[in-house]
């Protein structure tokens, strides 16, 4: 605990805005959760994450059925389905730290007074229709234009249709594909500018992680939590590392 603690204080004290490459290639997996305090898309582990000035910190969203985009990893929390319920019911949930769950504003309003490098990575969860995902995908869009944050906000998703909204609605913007199936080329067409693959898809086919970065787009690689699978894919040369325990894969890609 105390080797984590002195590597995290390290860290934040390096400066927001003088993180190394190294330090870049990390992205904490619903935020830096798994600390005291804090909880998987809180409002605390958006601001954890941005104190390691890692290269993002990802968050899930849903639209509720009025209209409003709730961060949540899933379809449901204490029994309230997100996609079938009205903001009014949303609300007053409450995440395992004892905060309110936020609706995605509050995390633009955070990145819009952050000074860290960090980007916040929006995943448009899968709807139960494309019509849905890709509502979803563009009011994601227009909020992030709406609170001025383009530049630090990245996208992802399981749903080809809300990646096409995003690309359609924002042709600026960086967007990764999840659900493995599609290979570089096949994206690239598409105007998507990443691959964003569980790590059993990229040791199925390590071939388009080179493929990827020859049509210069990004690789990322998830859930990666043991020092052994962080090496193995800081080894292969993927560019982003989406990982539960951002410290162990700093102090790895750092080394």
Not at 50 to 64: F, H, K, R, V
Not at 151 to 179: H, M, Q, R, T, W
Not at 218 to 228: E, F, H, I, P, Q
Request: glycine share 6%; aromatic share 8%; with cysteine.
């Amino acid at each position: 605990m105390r080797k984590q603690f002195l590597l995290f204080l390290f860290i934040a004290l390096a400066g927001m805005g003088s993180a190394v490459h190294a330090q870049e290639r990390v992205i904490a997996h619903r935020g830096y959760w798994d600390t005291p305090g804090s909880a998987q898309n809180s409002q605390t582990s958006l601001r954890k994450a941005l104190a390691l000035s890692i290269y993002g910190s990802e968050t899930d969203i849903w639209l509720t059925k009025d209209g409003h985009l709730m961060v949540n990893h899933d379809p449901q929390r204490n029994g309230v389905t997100f996609q079938t319920s009205a903001y009014k019911q949303c609300k007053k949930l409450k995440l395992e730290n004892g905060e309110r769950i936020s609706q995605l504003k509050d995390f633009l309003k955070i990145m819009r007074k952050s000074k860290s490098c960090t980007k916040l990575i929006i995943e448009v969860k899968p709807h139960a229709t494309a019509l849905q995902s890709r509502a979803a995908a563009q009011l994601a869009v227009k909020q992030v234009r709406k609170y001025g944050v383009q530049d630090k906000v990245e996208y992802i998703s399981f749903s080809l249709d809300a990646c096409k909204e995003i690309v359609a609605d924002d042709p600026g913007a960086k967007v990764a594909y999840l659900n493995g199936e599609l290979s570089p080329e096949q994206l690239h067409a598409m105007g998507i500018t990443g691959i964003d693959y569980h790590m059993n898809v990229l040791r199925k086919h390590p071939e388009w992680i080179g493929q990827a970065h020859k049509l210069g787009m990004t690789t990322n690689v998830w859930t990666v939590n043991s020092r052994k699978d962080i090496k193995e894919f800081a080894k292969d040369g993927v560019d982003y590392i989406t990982t539960n325990k951002p410290l162990d894969a700093i102090d790895i890609t750092r080394k």
